[in-house]
């Protein structure tokens, strides 16, 4: 098997190149180092990747590719690629977020028209729902993103499923939520929470602290991967989440439990497009894929602490 990962540098494109290389594919990497946060830590993500002799990597980006050459001989696509970030996506920086996160899905998609690709798989997001009225949140909700980024991703999906039903390309999207775990970004809540509480330094927390995720372990994410490339699913959306309905102060909590530190908290207002609560139904996910998560968010973190610590004594 031939697959294409877009974002292969990134958080969950890393993890999830190195299992297709395990499952025995050829792996094409695409990734463009978006400058939001350091090159090197996705330079460090890449070394276990680029020793393969089955993985090649592109260093560019999907708006300045030859698509149609990239996916000769490809089987699946999955589609990690994106501008991140909720906060960031407001003003000025949209025009990076419609470049990135549509027009790039668009031109990828496109270029599947004219290839042989089994599926595509694309990286959604809890955002695209919004403030939802009930708890939890079902794919059958309408969805009303309050952020930018959100509308960006739900974007996304809607082109992948006009593309199954104009052109018959088959495409999933998986709507993350809060994926967590060793390589997660520098600017997400866990992997700040960590750093400044081995370090002693302030955690700055918008709200109150009672706002709700539900958080998912990155090997969970990988897995409903694998299992969406495997299903006979030509069409839909799924969500994939952890299971767990954590306020952002029982999580600080589990993180001093861990490292065994206090930590030191500033609570400031609430920022315009982070939603209040997010928990998952994921019955669908279960039932045409067999998606199930396995990770507990203690142990989770336990893994992201421990993961941490490695990379600050570097």
Aim: hydrophobic residues 35%; charged residues 25%; aromatic residues 10%.
């Amino acid at each position: 098997m031939n697959s294409l990962v877009t974002g292969c540098a990134g958080f969950i494109g890393s993890w999830l190149s190195e299992r297709l290389l395990e499952l025995g594919h050829e792996v094409i990497g695409v990734d463009c180092f978006i400058d939001y946060y350091p090159r090197g830590m996705k330079e460090m993500n890449l070394k276990p990747l680029r020793g393969n002799e089955n993985f090649l990597f592109i260093p560019y980006s999907l708006l300045n590719l030859d698509l149609n050459e990239i996916l000769k001989d490809v089987d699946y696509v999955f589609h990690q690629a994106a501008q991140a970030g909720v906060r960031h996506s407001w003003g000025r920086n949209f025009g990076v977020y419609t470049d990135n996160n549509i027009l790039a899905t668009q031109r990828l998609l496109e270029a599947c028209r004219n290839s042989d690709v089994k599926k595509v798989i694309y990286a959604s997001s809890s955002s695209v729902y919004g403030d939802v009225d009930s708890l939890p949140m079902k794919e059958s909700d309408l969805p009303r993103p309050v952020s930018p980024y959100g509308v960006s991703k739900l974007a996304g999906e809607h082109l992948c499923h006009l593309y199954h039903k104009n052109y018959g390309i088959n495409s999933m999207s998986l709507r993350y939520f809060t994926i967590y775990g060793p390589r997660q970004r520098p600017d997400m809540a866990f992997n700040k929470f960590t750093r400044a509480i081995l370090n002693d330094k302030e955690i700055t927390i918008y709200g109150n602290g009672k706002q709700t995720r539900d958080f998912t372990y990155v090997d969970d994410a990988i897995e409903a991967n694998i299992l969406a490339m495997k299903s006979q699913q030509k069409d839909g959306v799924y969500n994939i989440a952890g299971g767990s309905k954590t306020t952002v102060n029982d999580c600080i909590k589990i993180l001093e439990e861990i490292i065994g530190k206090k930590a030191i908290v500033r609570n400031i207002e609430t920022q315009k497009g982070d939603v209040k609560h997010t928990y998952a139904d994921t019955s669908r996910a279960a039932k045409d894929l067999g998606y199930k998560s396995k990770v507990s968010l203690r142990e989770g973190l336990e893994k992201e602490v421990e993961w941490i610590k490695s990379i600050e004594s570097v």
